[in-house]
Structures are given as C-alpha cells and as structure tokens.
C-alpha cells in the first residue's frame, strides 16, 4: 500500500505520507525481529541471524537508492525502481507465504 502510494507520489504531501507509512512498516521488523531470532534461532549461530536481520534494513535502503540511481543515470525516472519493487514483492510475498508454516512461529 505505502509503496504503491510512493510510486504513484505526484506531490511533495504524498511522498512524505508514503514514506512515513513505509517507516512504519520497517519498525515492526527492526523492534520483533530480533525477538524472533532470540526465540528460533540455533544457539550457534543466533549471532549471525542478529546481524542480517539488523542490517537487512540499512542494505535494502543503501541498495535501492543505488540502484534507483542506475535508473535515473540511465534515463529512466525514479518511480521505475518503485514499480520494479512493486511487481517483483508480489511473488517473492506468495512464495514466503507458501514455503513456510507460520503457524510454528506464531502463538
């Protein structure tokens, strides 16, 4: 929702709303994730699954204004790494949904 609104952002008010909204969405997994990986993770390697849950946020935001960068560099406009996003989430969202049982990990 917040992503597609960025996408569709014809005024500053909106691109500020999209983002505050996609802000928001980045917090639940910044503050439960790592609760999560306290309560799966294996003993072993609870080290490593605490530092790519904590830097999956910081290198998706640095990879994508990168690549939104490439985008405008090579005369595309900014909102075709928002659509990109856009269509290659669905099948990545319906695939996570499919391949795992969430009803383990949730009470």
Excluded: H
């Excluded at 500020?16 to 999560?36: D, F, N």
């Excluded at 990168?66 to 099948?91: E, K, R, T």
């Amino acid at each position: 929702g917040s992503l597609a609104l960025l996408a569709l952002a014809w005024e500053r008010g909106l691109l500020y709303t999209s983002r505050i909204l996609i802000g928001m969405t980045q917090t639940v997994v910044a503050v439960y994730g790592p609760v999560w990986v306290d309560e799966f993770a294996p003993l072993e390697s609870a080290t490593l699954w605490m530092a790519l849950i904590q830097a999956a946020n910081v290198l998706g935001v640095t990879f994508g204004y990168a690549i939104a960068g490439g985008f405008i560099s090579a005369g595309l406009p900014w909102q075709f790494a928002v659509w990109l996003q856009l269509i290659l989430q669905g099948p990545v969202t319906l695939c996570t949904g499919l391949l795992v049982s969430w009803r383990k990990y949730i009470n």
